[in-house]
């Protein structure tokens, strides 16, 4: 039995911008997972979720094809992971296999909370890393990476993929989104085994070693709101202010160079000031935009955080959902969490995960 597992994650910063291509981000990977197990079977396989008990789905093989009813099945992203999988194995001459695919995740709490923590990414590269395992596939990380960002874009259609890197990569890094119209153009051009073989245009990630001062503390305030919602909302905005929308990306690129050049120079306060110039950037966008990224809840999380001597921000998307904060070690998270629960807002004590094997 194979059992593989990858990680949730946040935004620290960039975030938007690194939805045009080339515009860097911030993320951090967390211990939280997305576990997959697969094990062989014989006449039939089967996917089940935990999390999606009622949704269990169960297929044959007729040659190639996994015949399923495909009927309000919400396994979309696993679904498109054993395609891409099985695609570029059968491209290396592998004979497709019957299995039983098991997911479990720690993304969403048990009582239904949704966190935020890029749930559709983790079990996008937990499956890809488990077929690619079961087949006895070599995958670099560059390799999985490109292989879960191909599954994960033919669902969704818009995003940048960061949250594929930082489960791939684990750890602090700085993602530069690759451009999603040549994928999509190199995937009528080239097979699978040439994709992911070449140098994808405009994409840049690097790992970055946190400050040894860093503390990272996470706050979750609830009210999730719908990230492709707001994504599109921007989007609207684009054409129709584009002097702002240009300016909010040349802002949030000179933020993103400085917090990088932080974790080059081992500088907390370079991190923190580039955060806080982010902040005012985000606050630009949902301005204009007409938007609410920063929540009064997300305000008063950051007010708290700053009382501290911490910098903090919405993290993601925004609309509510979790803020993060950065902040010297010394200070004891304990004296923020305190604050926060008296007004309701969830500290997520949760630390960075880096990927090792
Ligand atoms: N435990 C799980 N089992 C099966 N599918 C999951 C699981 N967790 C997440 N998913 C998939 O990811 C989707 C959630 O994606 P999305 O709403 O974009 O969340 P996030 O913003 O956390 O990525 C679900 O609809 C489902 O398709
Ligand atoms: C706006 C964004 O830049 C960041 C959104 O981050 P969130 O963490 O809010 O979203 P999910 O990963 O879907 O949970 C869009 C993107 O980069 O795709």
Redesign the pocket.
């Known amino acids: 039995m194979i059992e593989v597992k990858a990680p949730g994650k946040?935004?620290l910063a960039g975030?938007?911008a690194?939805?045009e291509t080339g515009y860097p981000?911030i993320l951090v990977a967390l211990n939280q997972f997305v576990r997959v197990s697969v094990e062989a079977s014989k006449d039939y396989g089967s996917i089940i979720s935990r999390q999606y008990q009622e949704d269990s789905l169960y297929w044959r093989r007729q040659g190639n094809q996994m015949v399923f009813d495909n009927r309000d099945n919400p396994f979309h992203y696993i679904l498109s992971g054993i395609k891409i999988t099985e695609e570029y194995a059968r491209l290396l001459g592998k004979e497709m296999l019957c299995y039983h695919l098991k997911i479990d995740s720690d993304l969403d709490s048990p009582d239904g909370k949704k966190y935020?923590l890029?749930s559709?990414?983790a079990v996008t590269v937990a499956t890809v890393k488990a077929l690619c395992a079961f087949y006895e596939l070599p995958v670099s990380k560059d390799q999985l990476f490109k292989l879960a960002a191909i599954a994960h874009f033919e669902v969704q259609g818009n995003?940048?993929l960061?949250?594929i890197a930082a489960s791939v990569y684990g750890g602090f890094l700085a993602y530069h989104s690759f451009d999603r119209t040549w994928l999509t153009l190199a995937r009528k051009k080239y097979s699978l085994t040439e994709i992911i073989e070449l140098a994808w245009p405009q994409l840049q990630i690097e790992l970055l070693e946190p400050p040894e001062n860093l503390s990272l503390l996470i706050g979750w305030t609830g009210s999730p709101a719908s990230?492709s919602h707001?994504?599109d909302a921007v989007g609207l905005k684009k054409a129709e202010k584009q002097r702002l929308y240009t300016s909010f990306l040349t802002q949030s690129k000179q933020c993103l160079e400085l917090i990088i050049q932080g974790f080059h120079e081992n500088s907390l306060t370079l991190i923190q000031d580039g955060l806080q110039q982010n902040r005012h950037a985000l606050a630009d966008l949902a301005g204009f935009s007409k938007l609410e990224i920063e929540t009064p809840k997300l305000s008063r999380l950051i007010q708290i955080a700053e009382s501290f001597g911490g910098v903090a921000k919405s993290?993601?998307?925004g609309g509510g959902?979790c803020g993060i904060v950065v902040l010297n070690k010394q200070i004891p998270s304990q004296q923020v969490y305190t604050k926060w629960l008296a007004e309701g807002i969830e500290p997520l004590d949760l630390q960075v995960h880096n990927v090792t094997e």
């Open positions: 946040l935004y975030e938007y690194v939805v981000a935020g890029g559709s990414a995003g940048s960061g949250d990230t707001l994504v993290s993601g998307a959902d």
